[in-house]
Every structure is written in structure tokens, then in C-alpha cells.
């Protein structure tokens, strides 16, 4: 297949002296190239040890109420802060966090798929599945997706919030899949497809064995940004109380009650809304230099 | 060009019936009216209840095709129907449409546009120090929400009411009640009351065209034709402008279709955050409150306003690449 005549099986001596690097070497030294990417790697993962790790670092839980302090400033006690109630803004903010990545990975992995499934197929086989399933892209596209999964909020309200992922995935994926039927039918009639439709190989084998790995780098860029564009989703229904329900929060339910307080206790607002920002820039650092190593003929 | 255009039209149309009824099936089936009238106390009797809900159409005992085929009997003379509490849909939606429609309007034109000529000069002068600043700059605005970023130029305008000592800056409703005097006075009123509100969604706007046309901008400089017009003797402006940003344009217009769709969400947020009682606003009401009515008409106007937005961009499209005129 690709540049692997660096390996040679059984040990033997190597054939030619050229050491051809693997395609993922050549990415990966690409990505690691560019300062900006390599800086959003480093902060998302140490926010992800934040989300993950934070809670265990403080004796308060995210449902804890100190009673002996409300609204009271960031202090040794309290890092953040203390809500309202007297709940602990540190404790409420990295359990955000927490329920905003995950929920941003899950939904662009479903949506990202979902797209890759709909748009090779619609690619590939074209005529009426083709047609059919356009036309489904063309009037999901028509309404926003905002709109759409606030009008279904109630169906997952008091259940489950996988429910919510799957809702906004099912509302996220149409403008990838339109490119991704694009590169399909760019790929449909190359010679190692057709081979392998004279070889017998059935429809969707061919997309999952030939197609599918040969998009794989726009699927990846397509997922890494999806996550960016699944967090401000997420944490915008939240914002409204159309996601993630209390007594769980979200960092768009923190910041919703962070809000109208914002100028008079700025921690309500500002830990929740500046670690939002840095988490979407983060991604979207990664996303941008993914693309940068992966497509090097994509933008500057 | 004509014809394509009716085409296009006439399947928006039809694209704008099925959208509208998807979003009032989806509406009928997972809000329920009738919470709204069990939570009262004291509980009004079944038979009240039941009586309220058939009136308007909302009980959730009539079949859902049943309650559907009402509906657009009525959608066909252009009347959405009633509130849960009895009032119309369509005079509400009369008061708050022109809200909506002056911010999102003034948003549009001054986003893309300021967006375009900012992505474009950027992409001339790449790799200097304006160019990084500028690309830096959107890329931060671009990862903030719009949630924050009207909070953030929020607490901005406060800074500066305070630092003047008078408030240049309203952010709460857009005019003050009450307020006495002539045109002038109300007109400036209004005006800052707008800023903000506006200036949020323009921000967004810019970074989000600013990116994309640069990119697109940067694909067209380094082409031949570029090239080829500047050696004819072309002035560097006159090819920067009739050759590269035209061809730079079509890939933004395509984008200004898809777009659109973020921007209505973004004035829902915006709406619902400076207070002012525009579409995007009752819409987040009327999901809080089960009014399946309510909710129907504003997906409908928001479908009209997406596939108008994409006519837009197919006529920008036209007007732009000469292919498509002599195609259609």
C-alpha cells in the first residue's frame, strides 16, 4: 500500500538506504510543525485533566450547598466562588465541563458518522437513493437545527441526556454529508473502485473498504471541528434549559445563571464563559492545523 | 435566468409548506398544552379544559393528522391559529416580526459585506502583522458563542456609560417606554438601543465571512488569470477587484445560504439577552409554554427567511459566474 518500504519482515538487511516515512509520520510531523495547533493540543488536553481530574480536588461536590456562605467571592475555601445557594462555583464548573465534552465528542462522532453512512451512500449508488436522501438533507437544512431540537427538548426532558446527544446528532450532520456524496462520486469511477466492483465486491463493502478510507482525512477534520460546532449547540439549548437538565449542569446552564449577574459577581459568569471559549478555540486550533497536515493544498 | 429562478421559487415553496409541517408535527407530538392548564390552582374542570384545548385546536386527544389538517386548512388562508390563552398568533406575530427583521437585515448586509472586504484585505496582505492580527482576532470571536459575546460587549458598554458618566449605550429593550419627545429624540433612542444588539451579531458576522473569503480570496491570488490581468497592464486595484474578488465571491455565496440558519439562532440569543421581543424571543416563550401554534409559525417564518436567503445566493451566484446564466 503506502510507504512502508521502511519496514522490511524477518529482520533482514534493508533493500535501499531511502527511508520513505509513513503517511501518518508525514502528518504527524506536519501537525507538530505548527506552533497554534500544537499549543490548542496541549491546553484541550490539560483542560480535559481539569474536567476530569478537578473534582477530586476539592471536598465540595457540585450538588454541595455551604450555607455559612452565599454569593461570596473567589476565596481559599471556595476557589471560584459560591453561588446563589451557596453552591461551589469550582465544583459546578469542572461537572460543566465534564457533561460539555463529553456531549461535544459523543455528538460529532454520531453526526460525523451519520454524515460519512448518508453521504457515501447517496454518492454511491446515486439515482433514487441519491435523490431521496438529499432531499431529506435539503429540508433539514431549511429549518435550523436550534429550532428543531428545542420544539423535541420535552421528549428527553427527566430522562436521559444520551437522548440529547442523539437529538442534536440527528440535527448536525447534513453539510458534511453533502461533501462527503461530493468526494463519493469523485471516487466512485476511479480504476481501484471499479476493480473492485468487477471483482464482485457488493455496494456497501466498497464504500466501508474502499471509499470510507479514502475520505478518512476529511472525516477526521470534519470531526474535530464538529465537536467545536456540538459544544456551542449543546451549550446554547442549555442556555435556554432545553439540554442538559438540573440538578446536572452544563457550562451553558452556568452561564445562563451567570448572566444577569454577571457585572455585579463576575466569577458566576466569567470562569464558565472563559473556559467555553478556550475549550471551542482549543478544538478548533486542532481542527485547523488537522487540516493544515492532512490536506496541505487546503488554505495557506 | 428567469425561468431558473421561477424553478427555484417554486420548489422553495414547497419546500417551505413541508418544512412548516414537519416542524408543526413535531410540535404537536412533543409539547403539551394541556400542562399549562394543569398546573393552575385551583384545577379548572376536565370538561373546561377539554373545551379550551378543541378551541384552539391543541387537544391532545384529536388525532395528530386530525389536528395537522386543521391547521393548514387554516395555514391556507394564511392563519396560524391561536395561542393556548386564546389570542391570535398572527397579531403577535405582526408586532414582533419587524424586530426581528430590522436586526437581522442590518446584520446581514453589514456582516457579509465588512466580512468580505475585511476576509479579502487580509488575504492581499498575507503574512503581515494586520493580516495575523485580523485572522487571530476573528478566530477568537469565531469560538465565542454568542451568548458570551453579547454579555462580554455588554459589560463593555457599561465600562463606557460609567466612564462618561451618561448612558451612550442601552441594553435592555429597543427604546425606552415612556419616553417623551419629537422624532429626533426617539430616533436616537432607537439608535442606542440598537448598537449593541446589532453590533454583537455584525461581529459574529465578520469573523465567520472574513475567514471564509479570505481562504477563498487566497486560492484566487495566486491564480494565472490574476497574473494575466495585472500584465496587461491592468492597475493592481482594478485586478484585485474585477478579476480576484469577483471569482472570490462565489464560493461566499454559497456559503451565505448555509449560513443563514446560524445567524437566525444567533438573533434568537441575542433577542432573548438585550430583551427584545422579537420572533426569536417568543419562540423560546412559546416552547416554554406548550403554545404549538406559536412555535409552528416561527419555524415557518424561519424556513422562508432560509430559503430566501438561499434564492439570494443563487442570484448572487448568477450574477457572479457567467456559466450558470448561459446554462439555465
Same mark, same amino acid.
Given at each position: ?12 538487511? *534493508? !533493500?535501499?538506504?531511502? $527511508? ?5 509520520? @508525514?502528518? #504527524?510531523?506536519? /501537525? &507538530?510543525?505548527?506552533?497554534? =495547533? ?115 427538548? *420535552? !421528549?428527553?426532558?427527566? $430522562? ?5 446527544? @442523539?437529538? #442534536?446528532?440527528? /440535527? &448536525?450532520?447534513?453539510?458534511? =454529508? ?123 | ?328
Amino acid at each position: 500500500m503506502r510507504g512502508q518500504a521502511d519496514e522490511r519482515p524477518g529482520g533482514g538487511p *534493508p !533493500l535501499d538506504e531511502t $527511508r520513505v516515512p509513513s503517511r501518518w509520520g @508525514v502528518v #504527524l510531523r506536519r /501537525f &507538530l510543525g505548527r506552533r497554534l =495547533a500544537l499549543a490548542g493540543l496541549v491546553v484541550l488536553a490539560l483542560l480535559f485533566v481539569l474536567a476530569f481530574v478537578g473534582p477530586y480536588l476539592t471536598p465540595w461536590t457540585y450538588t454541595d450547598k455551604d450555607y455559612a456562605a452565599f454569593l461570596s467571592g473567589p476565596s481559599t475555601d471556595h476557589w471560584f466562588g459560591t453561588t446563589q445557594t451557596g453552591g461551589d462555583v469550582y465544583a459546578l464548573t469542572v461537572r460543566g465541563m465534564q457533561k460539555s465534552l463529553i456531549i461535544g465528542l459523543l455528538v460529532a462522532l454520531f453526526s460525523t458518522g451519520l454524515a460519512a453512512l448518508v453521504g457515501s451512500f447517496a454518492g454511491y449508488f446515486g439515482g433514487w437513493v441519491d435523490r431521496t436522501l438529499m432531499w431529506m438533507v435539503e429540508l433539514l437544512l431549511v429549518l435550523p437545527s436550534f429550532l428543531l431540537v428545542a420544539i423535541l427538548s *420535552p !421528549l428527553f426532558r427527566g $430522562r436521559t441526556w444520551l437522548l440529547f446527544v @442523539v437529538l #442534536l446528532a440527528a /440535527f &448536525l450532520w447534513m453539510v458534511t =454529508a453533502r461533501i462527503v456524496r461530493g468526494m463519493t462520486i469523485s471516487l466512485r469511477e476511479r480504476e481501484y473502485v471499479l476493480a473492485a466492483r468487477y471483482m464482485g465486491l457488493s455496494g456497501p463493502r466498497i464504500i466501508f473498504r474502499h471509499i470510507l478510507p479514502n475520505i478518512s482525512s476529511l472525516l477526521i477534520i470534519d470531526a474535530t471541528l464538529n465537536v467545536s460546532a456540538a459544544i456551542i449547540a449543546e451549550t446554547g439549548l442549555s442556555y435556554f434549559g432545553f439540554g442538559v437538565q438540573p440538578p446536572d449542569v452544563s457550562l451553558g446552564t452556568l452561564i445562563a445563571d451567570g448572566t444577569n449577574s454577571a457585572t455585579t459577581f463576575p466569577w458566576l459568569f466569567g470562569f464558565a464563559a472563559g473556559l467555553l471559549v478556550l475549550i471551542v478555540l482549543s478544538v478548533n486550533l486542532v481542527g485547523d492545523g488537522l487540516r493544515d497536515a492532512l490536506d496541505p493544498s487546503s488554505g495557506a | 435566468m428567469a425561468k431558473f429562478l421561477l424553478r427555484r421559487l417554486a420548489s422553495s415553496i414547497v419546500l417551505v409548506a413541508i418544512a412548516a409541517s414537519l416542524a408543526y408535527v413535531l410540535a404537536a407530538a412533543s409539547l403539551s398544552p394541556r400542562s399549562n392548564f394543569e398546573g393552575r390552582n385551583p384545577p379548572p374542570p376536565a370538561a373546561v379544559v377539554e373545551r379550551e384545548l378543541d378551541a384552539r385546536n391543541l387537544n391532545d386527544r384529536t388525532p395528530i393528522l386530525e389536528r395537522y389538517g386543521t391547521w393548514a386548512a387554516a395555514l391556507v388562508r394564511l392563519d396560524f391559529g391561536e395561542s393556548w390563552d386564546g389570542t391570535s398568533v398572527n397579531a403577535e406575530m405582526a408586532r414582533r416580526i419587524g424586530v426581528s427583521l430590522r436586526l437581522l437585515i442590518i446584520a446581514t448586509i453589514l456582516g457579509s459585506v465588512l466580512g468580505v472586504l475585511v476576509g479579502a484585505w487580509g488575504a492581499v496582505r498575507q503574512h503581515r502583522f494586520s493580516d495575523h492580527a485580523v485572522t487571530f482576532a476573528s478566530f477568537v470571536i469565531l469560538s465565542t458563542p454568542v451568548f458570551v459575546l453579547a454579555v462580554l460587549l455588554e459589560i463593555a458598554a457599561v465600562g463606557v456609560n460609567e466612564a462618561v458618566g451618561a448612558s451612550v449605550f442601552e441594553y435592555t429593550g429597543e427604546f425606552t417606554p415612556g419616553l417623551e419627545g419629537g422624532f429626533w429624540t426617539q430616533a436616537v433612542d432607537r439608535m442606542q438601543h440598537l448598537v449593541l444588539p446589532t453590533l454583537t451579531l455584525v461581529l459574529a458576522q465578520i469573523a465567520i465571512f472574513s475567514r471564509y473569503q479570505r481562504n477563498a480570496m487566497l486560492d484566487v491570488l495566486g491564480s494565472d488569470f490574476v497574473r494575466t490581468a495585472q500584465a496587461k497592464g491592468l492597475r493592481r486595484r482594478t485586478a484585485l477587484l474585477k478579476h480576484a474578488l469577483r471569482t472570490a465571491l462565489i464560493p461566499s455565496a454559497t456559503f451565505f445560504a448555509y449560513n443563514f440558519g446560524l445567524l437566525l439562532t444567533g438573533a434568537t440569543f441575542i433577542e432573548t439577552i438585550f430583551g427584545w421581543h422579537g420572533m426569536g424571543e417568543w419562540f423560546i416563550e412559546s416552547v416554554t409554554r406548550n403554545d404549538v401554534n406559536a412555535v409552528a409559525a416561527v419555524s415557518c417564518f424561519a424556513a422562508v427567511l432560509v430559503l430566501f436567503a438561499g434564492l439570494l445566493s443563487d442570484l448572487a451566484y448568477a450574477v457572479l459566474d457567467p456559466r450558470i446564466r448561459v446554462g439555465a
